[in-house]
């Protein structure tokens, strides 16, 4: 308690007077009787120096609000440039082979599965498919990976993309994305008729650091026919479309949201975005 109230009478003894204050400290003063006018004068000489002191002080203050002001009701146009648009070609988005399929060892929603895209060496992805696409199923099985994501640990094991896939709006019908039977691993895809010579994707880092995929995935979506589509354009191999299979042949809603592997806590695996 001492020391709070030493404190505060501290702060109190070297907060500056006002201008009124050291005015009227000047005044009286000034009235004094003549045997104190010397000791008078230079009491008020004093009082009068603080008070410049204090206008100064206060001309310096009101600059720099006025600068903070200014800044803060900058223009629109000073405030920092918005995120990278939606491109899909900056997504190097392939055709991938499953060739072993197992579960992961430390989370029972999880597949580790090794994935042909083309590459010297099979990728190590991991997916929360467990409670949607039975093991059998996925042997062997052609997928879409995305392949330009940075490496993460997913309990234990890294992985080095992500396959895509669609639900119905219900979302308890989950199915990865299928290119037709005769597509060959670590074809890069495309989407719209014509649009088939792309520029190269860009770098992992790159694409985490402009959000790119965070603006591209929720434009990606199925129409009523189970295909696969980029702002309504068709997802496209060279020998055909990209589907949902299951979704498009029993057509049980009228349309699907393409998702991505969601890596929430090791755990999640989709994040859904808005039904066509």
Known sequence: MRRIASGQALAASSRPSSPLVLQAQAQAAAARPKHSRSHASSV???QQMRLQQFARRMNIASAATGTLAEEATAPASAAPAPAADADITACDIRVGKILRC????????????QIDVGEPEPRTIVSGLVGFVPLEQMQERLVLV????KARNMRGVKSHGMVL????????????LAPPPTSRPGERVWFGEGNAEQ???????RLQKKKIWEAVQPLLRTNAQGLATFKGLPCLTATGPVVAASLGILRRQAAGSVHRAHRVADLGWLRQGSNV
């Open 199 to 205: 520029p190269p994707a860009v770098e992992a880092n």
């Open 102 to 113: 197992e579960k992961h060892p430390d989370a029972d929603s999880l597949y580790v599965e």
């Open 146 to 149: 995305i392949c330009n994501l």
């Open 44 to 46: 008020a000489e004093w």
């Open 165 to 176: 896939c669609a639900s119905n709006s219900a979302h308890d019908q989950v199915e990865p």
